[in-house]
Each structure stands twice: as structure tokens, then as C-alpha cells.
Nanobody, 131 residues
Framework: QVQLVESGGGSVQAGGYLRLSCAASGYSFSSSCIGWFRRAPGKEREGVAAIYTGGGSTYLTDSVKGRFTISQDNVKKTVYLQMNSLKPEDTAMYYC????????????????????????WGKGTLVTISS
């Protein structure tokens, strides 16, 4: 069955960095849309970053541009979220999610990187940033 397993969360001070990993299994990793959401305390879950594994195009929400990078390893079937210059407002549970196959006209970005479009979710990994 399809599984998305996150790792790499932890607690760091503001200005620090973390790298999250999402190991995917149970489906064809290529030509899928996979990435990250986060839910901060008291807030709704938001899409953070996504990558289209068929071509490598990426999406980052505005609040993390210039600080976060998403990348893929097709051999390991793993997606990474490199998070630099972390801020206390980045504190959240981070979830890996995937759209296994994009529909015609659907993109791995923007409005399409939203909860209703996701096919599978991981269980999450906690990131805590202290000031």
C-alpha cells in the first residue's frame, strides 16, 4: 500500500536549519506531485512546498521562499525539505502529502497544492523553533 514516512523534525533555535525527509513507497514515484504541508498551533494546515517528480518543477509558498528548498531523489524515492533561517513562526507539525497522478490541466503548485487534492498523507513530524 502507499506509504509516506516523514523524518527529520526536531527542535532548533531561530536562525538554525533542519532537513525533513519523506520516503515514499507503494506507488510509482515518477510523475507524481509530492511535498509538504504544515499545521501551526491554532492555525489551519497550509501547503508549504511541492515538487513534480516527473520534471522537477517546484512550488514554494511565499512565506518560505528564499529559506526553504524542496528536492527529490528518484532512486531513494524520497523528497527532502531543506529549511534554513528558521523562524519561530515555522513551528508546526509538518506533513508529507502526495497526488499520485495529476489530472489534465492540474499543476503541482499554487491552488492545486491544497488539502482536497491530496491522495495520501504521512503522519507528520514536529518542528519546533525557539527564539
Amino acid at each position: 500500500q502507499v506509504q509516506l514516512v516523514e523524518s527529520g523534525g526536531g527542535s532548533v533555535q531561530a536562525g538554525g536549519y533542519l532537513r525533513l525527509s519523506c520516503a515514499a513507497s507503494g506507488y510509482s514515484f515518477s510523475s507524481s506531485c509530492i511535498g509538504w504541508f504544515r499545521r501551526a498551533p491554532g492555525k489551519e494546515r497550509e501547503g508549504v512546498a511541492a515538487i513534480y517528480t516527473g520534471g522537477g518543477s517546484t512550488y514554494l509558498t511565499d512565506s518560505v521562499k528564499g529559506r526553504f528548498t524542496i528536492s527529490q531523489d528518484n532512486v531513494k524515492k524520497t523528497v527532502y525539505l531543506q529549511m534554513n533561517s528558521l523562524k519561530p513562526e515555522d513551528t508546526a507539525m509538518y506533513y508529507c502529502a502526495a497526488i499520485l497522478s495529476l489530472s489534465s490541466g492540474q499543476h503541482c503548485s499554487g491552488d492545486y497544492w491544497a488539502e482536497p487534492f491530496m491522495d495520501y498523507w504521512g503522519k507528520g513530524t514536529l518542528v519546533t523553533i525557539s527564539s
